[in-house]
């Protein structure tokens, strides 16, 4: 029997809330399906099953807050039968056997008898205490030979007013959540984190953009406009292609350095309301660039719908910032632990340039390396940077 466990979507992540199981009991699962739907800091995740099998027991009730790490359901791993299991026939030609029928002697029910109490209470405090919903067997009557009266039901609503209106001033006052506040406390969490365990060196070089941008006018001078690729596609693939040769960056650290098979790119996502999220383009060293700018275009929106999937939290092996035109030179950026890098690239600019004896204007961008200590020297950081910008020279092999 496998264990579904409330899955982990960041190092600032303690609990979710399920909101809405996906699956039933019996229903058939395998890899990538859609098991649950569970609201997080960083909005309403779809969380995915990574097994295969029949689900066997749902074991958390919706809407119910659940710790990370916590069994939710269990899947029954055993092979699904495919096959349909035909119902028995019955044959005509057996007669059926007839079973005696125990006669049984039922007890005769015994009929409580209930005594009515008759209630006195003048005909106007019947009527008030009616309209007011107000029970007469529980007020000691003041009138003659105990007969409630009006006042004795006016008070008794009174007392029922007080008691509501210290029930509500007891009640603790539900807090307004701000647009943007639950990420940002998120992020905070994260880089706090970060910051505590995480020993950084930051790296930086001046990269030659020239050679690419003019690359990528070509390439986009036949696309419609939907399919023109974004400057930062070009970055990615890059990046991607320069971590196969430095396994070490995009690894996590967890009890030591973990590297990882495939290269999921988090990408920064700055959100309207405040705050960052970054989801992962999966594999992202296997597409072109075609296929990137098409997995962008995918991710992006529902980053900022916050309607992304738990393997899409949960999956970065490294993450790359892009801070674009117009913006800082240059971006120093936190690890997000447990990995064990991120790469950040500053703002396009137009400068001198100085080539073949010639000067004249190039397009730069300055890439910044943030590296954890305990996973890799300056060193090994320097020659991915070179590296880096042997592929940006090269855009046509991207």
Known sequence: MIEFLMPSLGADMEDGTLIEWKK??????????????????????EIEVFDEGIIDQLLIKEGTKVPVGTVMALINSSEVELESKEDPKITLDVPIALQPIEEKILEPIKIEKTVETIIKASPLAKRIAEDNKIDLSKIKGTGSDGAITKEDVDNAIEEREKIEIENTQTLPQEKITKPGEAIRTAVAAAMSKSNREIPHYYLEKKINLTNALAWLQVANEHRVIKKRLLPVVLLIKATAKSLLEFPDLNAIWDNGLQLKKNINIGFVVSLRTG?????????????NVDEIMDSLSDIIPRARAMRLRSSELSDSTITLTNIGDGGADSVFGVIYPPQVAIIAFGSVLEQPLAENGM?????????????????????????????LNKHLQNPELL
Do not use: W
């Open 275 to 287: 705050g960052i999220i970054v989801p992962a383009i999966h594999q992202v060293d296997k597409k």
């Open 359 to 387: 000067i004249g204007i190039g397009s730069f961008v300055n890439v910044t390396l943030a590296g954890d200590h305990r996973a890799t020297d300056g060193l090994t950081g320097s020659r991915f940077l070179v590296t």
């Open 24 to 45: 039933k009991q019996g229903d058939t699962v395998k890899r990538g399906d859609i098991i649950a739907e569970v609201e997080t800091q960083k909005g309403l995740i």
